[in-house]
């Protein structure tokens, strides 16, 4: 029952034009990155090799697609809630928006199992846009670069992976992306619970969002005790999948944290519709 529900959710997110702004902005801005790359990119290796050249003689191929994926994802992921919530913020206040909540409950199902078939759905569309992000990034990046050492620098080393020991911790970090961005989705389909207009829940998550960025950005004594409970301070951490060695508790704190969110929104979303009168 559950899958065929969220085959019926899917079709009707891919049937709204709004579902795919976000893969169409992807689609735009990717390959105008790359084009940046192509033409500025040695620029930018120079300077994130600028020290290591005084002192060691690096050979190899560092403009790769490797390098250049990584360059996107951090500039990417900050904005990629935002296209998220696109979609999300609707997935219940669409219901509402058009007198269809009736219907909903009227068929041989639970409330339970309608809200579980939107978060699945949400999720699945989270997935499939960070799943689109690869493509874009790392398989052309790669087709028109090509792959090579993938140079990072951090905040207390520049580290230089070897390419073979560099595709898996992308297939992580994205799948990593995708636990994170889910916590976007299931905030925005919380709001959505609460609203018959899909605007409201939109620019609530997106300023649920910038607060607790902004919050985490004071070093204050009691933001700091309020800092890890924050999921925005762990939106970031695939970043940890390019570590050498990988902070094996870090990432499973990140993921546990992430994954208790989803599952405090997910129960609060359930207990909301449950007990929503939808015949006023």
């Known amino acids: 029952m559950i899958f065929t529900l969220v085959k019926i959710e899917l079709m009707k997110i891919f049937r709204k034009w709004r579902t ?53 994802l951090n500039a990417l992921t900050i ?15 669409g219901e509402a ?27 699945i569309y989270t997935g499939s846009l960070i799943f689109w992000l690869a493509v874009m990034s790392l398989v052309v990046g ?4 090509g792959d090579g050492e993938l140079i990072v620098a951090g905040s207390q080393a520049v580290i230089i992976f070897e390419k073979s020991d560099v595709l898996w911790r992308f297939f992580l970090a994205y799948g990593f992306g995708i636990l994170s961005m889910s916590v976007v989705c299931s905030l925005a389909i919380l709001f959505s619970s609460l609203v018959e207009n899909a605007i ?22 009691i933001l700091r005790e309020l800092k890890p409970y924050l999921f925005t301070n762990y939106i970031l951490d695939w970043r940890e999948f390019f570590n050498d ?21 997910f129960t609060a979303t359930a207990f909301i519709f449950h007990k929503k009168d939808i015949l006023s």
């Open 20 to 72: 795919y702004i976000g893969f169409i902005a992807i689609g735009i801005l990717v390959p105008l990155l790359h084009l940046a790359m192509y033409l500025e990119g040695q620029n930018s290796i120079d300077f994130v090799t600028r020290g290591l050249r005084d002192s060691f003689i690096l050979v190899g191929n560092l403009l790769n697609g490797y390098w250049i994926s990584f360059i996107i």
């Open 142 to 145: 790669l087709i028109v670069f």
């Open 245 to 265: 060695p990988l902070d094996i508790s870090e990432i499973t704190k990140s993921v546990l944290i992430l994954s208790g969110h989803i599952i405090l929104f």
């Open 97 to 123: 928006t058009a007198g269809t909540y009736r219907i909903l409950v009227t068929r041989p199902v639970s409330r339970m199992q309608i809200v579980t078939s939107k978060f699945l759905a949400g999720i």
């Open 79 to 93: 904005h990629i809630p935002f296209l998220i919530t696109l979609v999300a913020a609707d997935l219940l206040a």
């Open 200 to 221: 409201g829940p939109i620019v609530s998550t997106i300023a649920v969002i910038i607060i607790f960025i902004i919050l985490s950005a004071f070093d204050v004594e």
